[in-house]
């Protein structure tokens, strides 16, 4: 399957969403909204649920399954207070011991002129700051698309899942194709190079885990299942872990990535 | 040749649609002529006045040394990690070509230079972005030479400043490149954590990626007059919104209005203002 193949896999309207697993895999689910300083953005949902009768925070990116939800949650783009929402309700979980579950699902930040009135560049780097000393344990994975610092935002993590076919980029290939040849239609030659699939971020150290997907993505209770089957493996044991030692290992996470010489 | 002289400033006026009047006949790099206001003036008055342009005060950029040379205190800065520099980890197209090119230009390995230095008698790490390195963007190198600065400033218990300029993560290395956005956001609340200042300067530009991690994270935020400053591109957006922008959009001074940045303090002003931020910070040890 080549890169490409996924980016279309994951684009397609059958591809289940947030919405698909909330119900499938927490119980009693209560949305939480606003940012307390501006408003609430649809783009991104959070709110508190029981996983496997544990107290957790849910928050992702808010992909519609038709046009209607789409235009209603921007296309999963995020303004400045959707982050900030974010960020709020991880400090709230944070403050009851809640570990909190991310699902990253977006083509990047939202690049309107309100967004830039109110800071996109401040909201993303806030979640990035505060993140790496949030003291509970934060599990991130990735369902479909991660678009570059729209998707980080939510990508501060003790341990980064991809699903087998998501991707996640730095750029978008076709942005990326634009820049290197002037020719956003050599989008597909961009995807292979610039490694972004499940193996390659595994291979660069940037994801811990590739969670498998059943034989189609569109059996969004096969793709819970396979969510379930990492989460009831991980959850338990970052919660045993000393906050000291999870903040110092998310730190050395992050810390070592990167290759250059000297 | 007067061609020469004024090539680049020709090429901006012709696509602006305005026509250049200047028949004088001088040696090449002799004059200056302000992008902004046309004025003309000579080259050594216009570097002696930190490229700030005399007539508009339009801020041209400084390269990484101009502005090391401009802020330090004579004599005192020290270099860090000065022999850390990128490779092309995911074997991007022309990336090596392009980096053995732009350090032959430019005299430097990264896009950023990091050291210690005193501004005013203050000790403190400094960063310096310098645009000509592929716009400043921030790579693996980048990213890490950035992260030492902050936990060399933590382990010194001194406190830093970052003058920021860039376009944002560098592509060409993928998303080793974006990871390097939480890697000095993460640096940066460290140092915070310890109860250090961080001050930042928005230097003209300072987009993307970068705006998104360490540079909007100091303590108090300074910036230059007419820096563009933002997170998406301007083409990017009006891609989005299907409108052509205001002129003044992502200037410095738009940040100012929205609440983003603490003043905006002019090139001749910046050393001392600094240096005052860097002693009210000293423990009262001055009185």
Not at chain 1, 233 to 240: M, P
Not at chain 2, 165 to 177: C, K
Not at chain 2, 263 to 269: K, L, N, W
Request: charged letters at 25%.
């Amino acid at each position: 399957m080549t890169t490409w193949d996924r980016i279309e896999l994951i684009r397609s309207k059958n591809r289940p969403t947030i919405r698909d697993y909330i119900p499938l895999l927490f119980d009693g689910f209560v949305e939480l909204h606003g940012d307390r300083l501006y408003g609430d953005d649809p783009a991104i949902l959070g709110g508190i649920a029981r996983y496997r009768g544990t107290p957790v925070t849910v928050i992702g990116q808010v992909k519609g399954r038709n046009l209607e939800e789409n235009k209603r949650a921007n296309f999963a783009m995020p303004h400045p207070e959707g982050y900030r929402k974010a960020l709020r309700l991880m400090r709230q979980a944070e403050k009851f011991r809640r570990p909190v579950i991310l699902f990253i699902d977006t083509p990047g930040a939202f690049c309107d002129m309100e967004s830039e009135e109110r800071g996109q560049g401040e909201a993303i780097a806030r979640c990035l700051y505060e993140m790496m000393t949030l003291k509970t344990p934060i599990l991130s994975i990735v369902l479909g698309e991660g678009g570059s610092g729209g998707a980080l935002a939510l990508g501060v993590c003790d341990q980064l899942a991809m699903m087998e076919n998501a991707v996640y980029s730095v750029i978008s290939p076709r942005g990326c194709a634009s820049i290197l040849w002037k020719d956003p239609s050599r989008e597909k030659e961009a995807a292979e190079m610039l490694r972004i699939t499940a193996q390659d971020l595994l291979e660069l150290g940037i994801a811990e885990t590739i969670i498998p997907e059943p034989e189609t993505h569109a059996d969004p209770a096969g793709m819970a299942r396979a969510i379930d089957d990492y989460l009831s493996q991980t959850i338990s044991n970052y919660l045993k872990i000393p906050i000291d030692k999870l903040l110092q290992n998310r730190y050395d996470k992050f810390r070592k990535i990167g290759q250059f010489l000297e | 040749m007067l061609q020469d002289l004024f090539g680049k400033v020709k090429k901006r006026a012709a696509v602006e649609g305005k026509k250049k009047t200047s028949d004088m006949d001088v040696p090449q790099n002799l004059l200056f002529q302000c992008p902004k206001c046309r004025a003309v003036m000579l080259m050594d008055e216009f570097e002696e006045n930190g490229k700030v342009c005399r007539k508009c005060g339009h801020h041209a950029r400084l390269t990484a040394w101009e502005r090391v040379r401009l802020t330090a205190d004579p004599g005192s800065f020290r270099e860090l990690d000065g022999s850390l520099m990128a490779c092309d980890p995911i074997g991007f197209e022309d990336y090596p070509r392009k980096l053995e090119n732009t350090r032959r230009a430019t005299g430097l390995l990264d896009a950023v230079v990091t050291g210690i230095c005193s501004i005013q008698g203050s000790p403190c790490v400094i960063g310096v972005m310098d645009s000509r390195f592929m716009m400043a963007s921030m790579g693996s190198a980048a990213g890490e030479r950035i992260t030492r600065a902050f936990e060399t400033a933590l382990e010194k218990g001194l406190p830093i400043v970052f003058f920021t300029a860039s376009g944002g993560a560098r592509m060409q290395e993928g998303m080793l490149s974006l990871m390097q956005m939480a890697k000095t956001a993460g640096a940066a609340k460290r140092h915070s954590d310890a109860g250090l200042l961080y001050v930042t300067v928005l230097t003209d530009p300072t987009t993307g990626g970068v705006t998104a991690s360490f540079a909007s994270l100091g303590d108090i935020i300074l910036a230059e007059p007419g820096a563009l400053i933002g997170f998406a591109g301007r083409r990017v957006i009006e891609g989005t919104i299907k409108q052509k922008l205001p002129e003044d959009f992502q200037s410095a001074e738009f940040l100012r209005s929205h609440g983003f940045v603490d003043e905006i303090v002019s090139r001749g002003e910046l050393r001392h203002a600094l240096g005052h931020l860097l002693a009210l910070h000293r423990g009262g040890e001055r009185r």
